[in-house]
């Protein structure tokens, strides 16, 4: 079975762009998780979907967005690009979402490595 | 909310035990997951604790106290491949209960 894809890889922008990460589940998971990862900060939750619904949210600016679609794959955007935006972002998916008290494994993808110049 | 401490940084010798501890200060508790993610991967799942007590596997065991808010991972006879970040993180309660990621100890296995 195949993993958790994320695409693309890597990500160059400048300031005030705007960008588009994408995240393919597991075949079979309807929950996707993502999470912004930082040195200083670790892995800091950003969103939770199932079915096509955000179920869970995190601290972060209106800047930050996503959907997910209704095969499961999952969309995340920012706007108008900050410099503290530069991150790893991992997205991990479920059979079922953590927030409903779920113990299914969450599988994480290798994440995108995004750089704001 | 949720607070999560761990130590930022371990070295132990190959063959040795390590311990690695996580406290935690949250608005409710629903469970407590331990994470192992090596230098430029993606996070692996290493095991789940929701009652009180050691869970074991193979050379990996985990530890939860849910009284003190206090976990531990306990690596043994260690490898130079366990070499990684260990992430703790805990899962709150309520209607939709979020997961919440400590930053990470850094383990460095050295021969």
């Known amino acids: 079975k195949a993993g958790v894809t994320q695409t693309p890889r890597y990500l160059i922008k400048t300031r005030g762009q705007q960008v588009t990460l994408s995240c393919s589940p597991i075949s079979g998971h309807r929950s996707v998780s993502w999470y912004q990862q930082t040195p200083g900060q670790g892995l800091q939750f950003l969103f939770e979907?199932?079915?096509?619904?955000?179920?869970n949210k995190g601290n972060f600016p209106g800047r930050f967005s996503g959907r997910q679609f209704s095969n499961s794959r999952s969309e995340m955007n920012v706007s108008t690009l900050e410099l503290g935006d530069s991150a790893l972002y991992l997205c991990?998916?479920?059979?079922?979402?953590?927030?409903?008290?779920?113990?299914?494994?969450?599988?994480f993808g290798p994440g995108t490595r995004l750089t704001v110049l | 909310g949720q607070n999560i401490d761990q130590p930022t940084e371990m070295t132990a010798t190959e063959g040795a035990i390590v311990q690695i501890n996580c406290t935690y200060q949250t608005s409710g508790f629903n469970g407590l997951f331990w994470y192992q993610q090596h230098a430029g991967e993606a996070p692996t799942f290493l095991s789940y604790n929701v009652l009180d007590g050691l869970e074991e596997k193979g050379r990996f065991s985990s530890f939860l106290s849910r009284s003190k808010g206090y976990s531990y991972l306990l690596l043994k006879e260690l490898q130079m491949k366990d070499s990684a970040s260990y992430l703790c993180?805990?899962?709150?309660?309520?209607?939709?209960?979020?997961?919440?990621f400590g930053t990470g100890t850094k383990l460095q296995v050295i021969p």
């Open positions: 991990a998916s479920s059979l079922t979402p953590p927030s409903g008290g779920s113990t299914d494994t969450q599988y």
């Open positions: 979907y199932f079915s096509e619904t955000q179920r």
């Open positions: 993180a805990v899962r709150d309660e309520g209607g939709y209960q979020k997961v919440t």
